[in-house]
């Protein structure tokens, strides 16, 4: 089965912070991705990367910083967490090519206060 | 640019009832992607469905049917006699071809079946 893990189910942080969510993917996808779900928005693309070291904006990069070192792992970095980050973040991954589906990891909801 | 639009925030429907959830969506290019994930209160996004704009078959698995019609960019969802774990978030997604697999979701439709 393919599985996605997002390392934190639930975080708390303080506004300022600086803010790592961690992914890792097991079935050697190509493609990674960074979501934001927020209520009657759905998810929002923040980030993305189709390969080891790139990446490219989504819709709502802004306040958001990505990386990617190894293909099989992508962190989603808050320079200065905000209170309106506050949200749940959605971590997916899929292979290129052909569009196919993207799998996705449990979320994590992070609380800044 | 791509938009996708579920006009139902919330549904409640009573066990064995029917249940329809719309997605409207919008897009300028003439191959793309439908999908339907749904989002069970555990949080992940299961995969439900994926439909080519080429193709505009219904398509049925067990208690879950699909109605794409490209005439109204439409992708609707139902499901057969509904059953208490039928409730979750439901989304519809879109997806061009070329886009890197990147999906624009719709906001959401929130299902609730009661017993």
């Known amino acids: 089965d393919v599985k996605v893990t997002q390392s934190s189910r639930y975080l708390v942080k303080r506004t300022g912070e600086k803010v790592f969510l961690e992914c890792v993917q097991d079935m050697d996808h190509e493609n990674m991705f960074w979501y934001r779900q927020d209520p009657g928005l759905g998810l929002r693309l923040i980030y993305f990367?189709?390969?080891?070291?790139?990446?490219e904006k989504g819709d709502i990069p802004e306040g958001y910083s990505v990386s990617r070192e190894k293909k099989e792992r992508f962190s989603l970095i808050l320079e200065s967490a905000s209170t309106n980050q506050t949200s749940m973040y959605l971590c997916?991954?899929?292979?290129?090519?052909?569009?196919?589906?993207?799998?996705f990891g449990q979320g994590t909801r992070l609380t800044v206060v | 640019a791509q938009k996708v639009t579920q006009a139902q925030t919330e549904i409640s429907v009573v066990e064995k009832e029917d249940v329809t959830l719309d997605c409207v969506y919008e897009t300028r290019d003439t191959t793309y992607y439908l999908f339907w994930y749904k989002q069970p209160p555990s949080g992940e996004l299961v995969f439900l469905i994926r439909?080519?704009?080429?193709?505009?078959q219904n398509e049925i698995s067990g208690r879950y049917s699909w109605n794409f019609q490209k005439s109204t960019s439409s992708f609707n969802f139902t499901i057969t006699a509904s059953q208490v774990v039928d409730s979750a978030v439901y989304f519809c997604a879109l997806s061009e071809l070329g886009a890197g697999n990147m999906l624009t979701f719709g906001g959401g439709t929130r299902l609730m079946v009661k017993p």
């Open positions: 990367s189709y390969d080891v070291k790139m990446k």
């Open positions: 439909r080519n704009s080429f193709d505009e």
């Open positions: 997916a991954s899929s292979f290129t090519g052909s569009v196919t589906e993207a799998f």
